[in-house]
Each structure stands twice: as structure tokens, then as C-alpha cells.
């Protein structure tokens, strides 16, 4: 079956700017929003076509560039479950985008189309939403003719998080089946998650209020209907929800401000006080991160490790608790990012792997456990439960009431916690519940390990194609002769540890660097990231100079 001569139509309507090339990442694609028409629209048509190759169950599409500034925006595809598009298709969406013409285009879609044995005639499906940038409402008419295109049956989520968009992938495509996910609506999402949070904490005493920075983007809303679901069960204060005024989006708040600077956003200064606990999303909701203030005012961020080591702790002792330890194996995946504290800590625990950055990386790599935990340090994570456990866990009779307990406080986090994706709204419940159970406060969580001190630095490169790594990102293979300049600058330090890896969105190289002292981390960090600088041929009076 040839191609339907309205594809080449719409095309038409939405070419592709010269001179710039668009690559399908980890995050989709992402740049400036100014450049991404065509790009819709072509994913448009590919999701319709992913759709037909699954036979007409619905595939996902984001529109959102996340923690990105304003002037950004983006897409992804989700496939069936919930999880990452396929990675075989990434290539795929890569060329497709970068198809210079229409008649390029519509050649390069018939001979994917031939390769991959997709039946045109089959139905396609897709549900798709967008965060709160002003470019989302045109991005999402090119991507609509790239539905109409096909002829695809869509279905408009509106403005909604990144999570609840992954939530409705896996509720549409469950539904009326023993795996159903919960209904597929928006309302389905409060309910599954607001009952499953009530029934964890229905004998712990109620929670100080805890401050929520919305990033000044779609989580404000979502929050906002979050707190009508949970009633006085957990008092929300949600702060930084200004979702219309121009600029505000990701500036100065939100979890990536608040990871990378490493202090308060400016806009809660007098909000939070000492003792307080208070967490950011970022733009789209999928990011969390918690910090307080101590007795004398001095800020201390809670990241993505210091989640995965509170969580993990708690689901590992709830097992033992119920009885299923030989049953149900509890691991942790990571990033190199990952603070060597943390990694020592929950080592010292459970079964602990290291896998390259990215979010598929670290959910497939979770897929072989149990029960699986990942977060990445910048506070995207979540908690899988196999199959074959909830199974278990729905069929497993306890013989105490100790154990009772435990398995339906371990089936409640199985509804409790977004399996899909990292969801910041769903994770900071699940945070709360277990300091509800273990009566910690931030201070008594932040204790668990003591970070070490690190610095992240990035670099501009011309080629970010350029630095090429192994060992799980770990460890550079080319330029040659670079790793080796990095070990000998690390084995200077005292508790050093640094690695270089390509940015997956931006052609800049980012330099992760840790020591035993804040000033060696920084001084570490900088002076790795000089070297990256000459390496890549760097015009010394043109050095920046922080890496002099």
C-alpha cells in the first residue's frame, strides 16, 4: 500500500528550516521552539505509524522540553506500557526529521515503511498532551496534521504532566484487562494515587505542611487538584505557579535550579523555615527534589540518591517484614552521577548496578528485579514492581499480623508508585509515607549518609560526537590519551573521583567531579574541564576562566 498522497499535503504545509539538524535523545527531541514544526508533524506521522505496527494499540506523545528555559520546547513518543519509545526507532525518528524536502520525506517514510513491514491499512491510535510554553498550542497543530495525515484516531490530554500522559498510555491500552492500570482519565490518576497514599498513612499522624515549587509550570494545576484529592491528609503549600506570566517557567526555581545551584530558590527565601520541608518539580513534573533548612538557616538539598536510599531501605524492610525475602529481590540502578556516598550506602544493603545516563537505560536495567529502584541524582526515578511479583504480592497469605501489615502496606506502594515514568507528584507521596512511617524529619533523612562533595561543570564543544565512553559512561575512550590526563589529575585528590560524558541534547561536555572537600570538588571539576577544553583544540585567550 503506497504512501496516502495527504502525508506529502500536510508536508508541504510544515517544511523543514535549512541548515539544522534535529536528533532524536534520550529526552526526544528538544531545541528551540522556533525550529520544531516540521518535526512535529513528522512525529505525528510516526507515531501513527508505530501505532499500526502495534496493531492499533495507542501510542503517547509529549509535547514538553521539561526543565529547559522557555524559548525550548520538544517531543517524545511513548509507547504502549508507558515506557520510552523502542529504542530501534529512534534512529528512524532521526532520519525521518531530517528529511530535507517533502518528496525527501514522503521517500524516506516509504522506504521505512517497506523495511519494517508496516500495514497501512491497519488503525492507529495516539493520545497526546503538552506542558504549559506558550509554543505548545502551535507545536500541537503541526502535530495533528501529522495524525490527520494517516488518518489516526487522536485523542487530545490537553495541558497535562509528562507522568499522567505516560499514566493514560498504560491505562488506555490495559484497560478491561486483569493488568488494568487504573482508569484512563486524569481523575482516575488523583484517585488511584490519593486512595493508595491515605490507606499507606491512615495510621501515622498527619504531616506538617510541606511547600511545594511548581517551577512555574504545568505540576502548579496538577498539584493543585492533588490537594483537593488528598483533603487534610496531606496539607500542600504550593508555591512558584505562575503558569501565564511570560519568562517565569524553570527561572530561578524548580528541581534543575535547585540541583545545579545547590540552594533555595530565591523565591521561598522567609517561605521555608528551619525545620520545614520543601520540594521542587521541574516543568513537566517528572523531576523531584527535597531540601529543609536546618536550626541555623543553612539549606541542605535532598537529591535523587538521598530518594533512593530512603526508599529503597523502606521497600527492602517491608519485605523482610512480610515474610518474601527469598521470593522478592530488591536492587537499585544508578548513574555514574550518583554521589559514591549514596552508592556505598545502599551497597552496604541490596544488589546495586551502574548503567549509562538515561532514563531507559536505568527502567530496563530496574525490569530485572523484583522490585527495582532507580533515581537519577537530578531527581527522575521511580519504583517497577515485576509482574511476577504483583502476582505474588495479590496472591501471598501472611501468617502474622506483622506480615499482613507489611504486604498491604507493599500492594498500597504498588498503587501508590508511577511505574510508566519518573512522576515527581507520585514520588514526593511515596517520600512522605516513609517519613511518616519511620517519623524522620528532613534532618534525620539527610543523615542516612553523608554526601561527598562534588560539582558539576559543563563545557562547549564544537563535536560533542567527539567523546566517546565506556564502563558505563565512566570512562573516556576518544579523544585518546584524555582518560588517562583525568586519572592523573584525580589521583591528586583525596577522595577524587571525575568523569567526562557528551551532553545527549547540546554540544557541550559535562564534567561530574567529587572530593573529600568542597573547595578540591570544585577545584577538581575545573581543572578537568581545562582539559577537555584543550583537548578540543581550544583557543587559549578564549579560555574561560574558571578552568585558568
Known amino acids: 500500500m503506497p504512501i496516502p498522497p495527504a502525508v506529502a499535503k500536510f508536508a508541504d504545509l510544515h517544511p523543514k528550516p535549512a541548515h539544522v539538524r534535529f536528533q532524536y535523545g534520550t529526552a526526544g527531541f528538544r531545541t528551540v521552539a522556533s525550529v520544531l514544526d516540521s518535526v512535529l508533524f513528522r512525529v505525528g506521522v510516526l507515531a501513527a505509524l508505530r501505532s499500526k505496527k502495534l496493531d492499533g494499540k495507542t501510542i503517547g506523545v509529549m509535547v514538553t522540553a521539561s526543565h529547559n528555559p522557555e524559548q525550548d520546547n520538544g517531543v517524545k513518543l511513548v509507547d504502549p506500557r508507558g515506557e520510552m519509545l523502542d529504542t530501534s526507532w529512534e534512529g528512524h525518528a532521526t532520519v525521518l526529521s531530517n528529511a530535507q524536502t517533502t518528496d525527501d520525506f514522503i521517500n524516506e517514510l516509504d522506504k521505512f515503511v517497506q523495511a519494517a513491514k508496516i500495514d497501512l491499512s491497519k488503525p492507529a491510535r495516539v493520545v497526546y498532551g503538552r506542558d504549559t510554553r506558550p509554543s505548545g498550542a502551535s507545536l500541537v497543530a503541526a502535530l495533528e496534521d501529522g495524525f490527520k495525515a494517516l488518518g489516526a484516531e487522536a485523542r487530545d490530554a490537553g495541558v497535562t504532566t ?48 510541606l511547600i511545594i515549587d511548581c517551577a512555574n509550570g504545568v505540576g502548579a494545576p496538577i ?59 521541574d516543568g513537566d513534573a517528572d523531576r523531584l527534589m527535597y531540601f529543609y533548612l536546618d536550626e541555623r538557616s543553612q ?66 536495567a530496574a525490569e530485572h528485579y523484583n522490585i527495582g529502584v532507580y533515581f537519577e541524582a537530578n531527581g527522575h526515578g521511580t519504583v517497577l514492581f515485576s509482574p511476577a511479583t504483583q502476582e505474588t504480592l495479590r496472591d501471598y497469605q501472611p501468617s502474622t499480623p506483622a506480615q499482613s501489615t507489611a504486604l498491604e502496606h507493599l500492594r498500597s506502594l504498588n498503587q501508590l508508585i508511577n511505574q510508566t515514568v519518573g512522576d515527581a507528584l507520585s514520588d514526593m507521596l511515596l517520600v512522605e509515607v516513609v517519613l511518616a512511617h519511620k517519623a524522620y524529619s528532613g534532618l534525620e533523612w539527610d543523615s542516612l549518609y553523608v554526601d561527598l562533595p562534588n560539582r558539576l561543570v559543563k563545557v562547549v564543544v564544537a563535536d560533542r560526537n567527539q567523546f566517546k565512553t565506556e564502563d558505563a559512561e565512566r570512562q573516556l575512550i576518544s579523544p585518546p590519551g584524555l582518560q588517562q590526563k583525568i586519572n592523573e589529575l584525580v589521583r591528586r585528590y583525596d577522595g577524587g573521583r571525575s568523569f567526562v560524558r557528551p551532553s545527549g541534547t547540546e554540544d557541550v561536555v559535562r564534567v561530574y567531579a567529587e572530593a573529600s572537600s568542597r573547595a578540591q570538588a570544585d577545584e577538581l571539576a575545573f581543572r578537568v574541564g581545562g582539559l577537555v577544553y584543550d583537548f578540543c583544540g581550544g583557543n587559549p585567550t578564549t579560555r574561560p576562566k574558571e578552568f585558568i
Open 162 to 209: 509528562t507522568p499522567i500522559l505516560h499514566y493514560l498510555v498504560r491505562a488506555i491500552n490495559t484497560k478491561g484487562t486483569k493488568d488494568s492500570y487504573g482508569d484512563d482519565s486524569e481523575e482516575g490518576y488523583f484517585l488511584k494515587l490519593s486512595a493508595a497514599y491515605k490507606k499507606l498513612v491512615a495510621t501515622r499522624q498527619t504531616p506538617s505542611p
Open 299 to 364: 539549606f541542605h538539598m535532598l537529591d535523587g540518591d538521598k530518594i533512593a536510599a530512603l526508599v529503597a531501605a523502606f521497600v527492602v524492610e517491608l519485605v523482610k517484614t512480610a515474610g518474601l525475602q527469598s521470593q522478592v529481590k530488591v536492587g537499585v540502578v544508578q548513574t555514574a552521577y550518583a554521589n559514591g556516598a549514596s552508592t556505598k550506602y545502599l551497597s552496604e544493603r541490596l544488589p546495586v548496578r551502574c548503567v549509562p545516563t538515561g532514563v531507559k537505560h536505568l527502567h530496563h
Open 223 to 281: 498539584a493543585a487538584r492533588l490537594v483537593e484529592h488528598l483533603g487534610d491528609s496531606m496539607p500542600l503549600i504550593l508555591e512558584n505557579t505562575s503558569i501565564t506570566t511570560p519568562g517565569a517557567l524553570n527561572n530561578a526555581c524548580g528541581a534543575d535550579y535547585v540541583k545545579t545551584s545547590q540552594k533555595l530558590p530565591p523565591s521561598l527565601d522567609g517561605r521555608l523555615q528551619p525545620g520545614q520541608r520543601g520540594c521542587s518539580l
